[in-house]
């Protein structure tokens, strides 16, 4: 997958290395975003993840596979905006303060696939390596295997989430982190795959409008009491994030910069 184009259609195994070790994340995926016409102002412009989905010739019946990744997309976004309603809430804010972050959001639907990999504990072998997710929140759909691990803060270890039927998994991302000023912190999480069997998971991330301007919310800071973060819009740092990730060593170095003072507050917090 190049960063350089909307990141749709397949990834191949070990693209990611979130860890910086090792030959990379032992999975693979399929990524879809809010399907949008060639000549949409939002894809002409090259906003991040706007456009037309790839779909791969091998599928069995096109239409079909079309109609239920749509809907679900559809449903997940619909969510994504009630969440960002409660939250608002939480933050003493208006319900509907965040909904000109969430109009026009860039929305990705990742179908992932975790072979099953050793069951030596002492393997540095991650179906996904320990990392926060980076926009404004994720969605997971996961299957009864298992394998998904959080860092538990308190206790200082990784603790399972064990699936639980018709259940779904919230994660914020560290464009809250920044954002709330540190009042919300985004959750390191890893994938761990030894069921023995394949694991397949679908997670939704909701990033928010490419344009917007993310600065400090108001309520999260006191009055004589400065923003830790500059401000940045949505298209900015997830485009940097992304060049991190993928290890473009020559868009990373140019635009990595805007997210390590995040990235490094996460890592303080973990060893807090």
Request: glycine share 6%; with cysteine.
């Amino acid at each position: 997958m190049d960063i350089g184009t909307p990141n749709l259609g397949y990834e191949r195994l070990r693209a990611q290395n979130f860890e910086k070790r090792g030959p990379g994340d032992l999975k693979e995926g399929f990524y879809l975003c809010r399907e949008l016409a060639p000549n949409h102002p939002a894809v002409k412009a090259g906003k991040f993840s706007q456009g037309e989905n790839k779909y791969p010739a091998e599928i069995r019946d096109p239409t079909r596979f079309r109609a239920v990744v749509n809907e679900y997309h559809t449903l997940m976004t619909y969510l994504s905006r009630e969440i960002f309603r409660i939250l608002a809430l939480t933050l003493d804010l208006r319900a509907d303060w965040f909904d000109e972050f969430c109009r026009d959001s860039a929305t990705i639907l990742r179908l992932l696939r975790y072979p099953p990999q050793e069951t030596d504990e002492s393997s540095l072998e991650r179906g996904i390596g320990a990392h926060t997710d980076f926009g404004g929140l994720t969605i997971l759909l996961q299957d009864d295997k298992g394998g998904l691990q959080v860092w538990d803060r308190e206790a200082s270890q990784w603790a399972d989430v064990v699936p639980i039927p018709g259940a779904l998994v919230v994660n914020l991302g560290n464009m809250m982190m920044r954002w709330t000023n540190d009042r919300y912190l985004s959750n390191l999480h890893r994938v761990i795959n030894r069921s023995g069997e394949e694991r397949y998971s679908a997670p939704f991330f909701f990033s928010g409008n490419p344009d917007f301007l993310v600065e400090c919310i108001p309520s999260c800071k006191g009055e004589t009491e400065a923003a830790k973060y500059p401000p940045i819009t949505v298209q900015e740092w997830m485009l940097a994030r992304y060049a991190d990730t993928y290890g473009n060593s020559q868009q990373a170095e140019a635009m990595a910069e805007l997210s390590r003072d995040t990235e490094d507050a996460i890592v303080v917090d973990r060893n807090v």
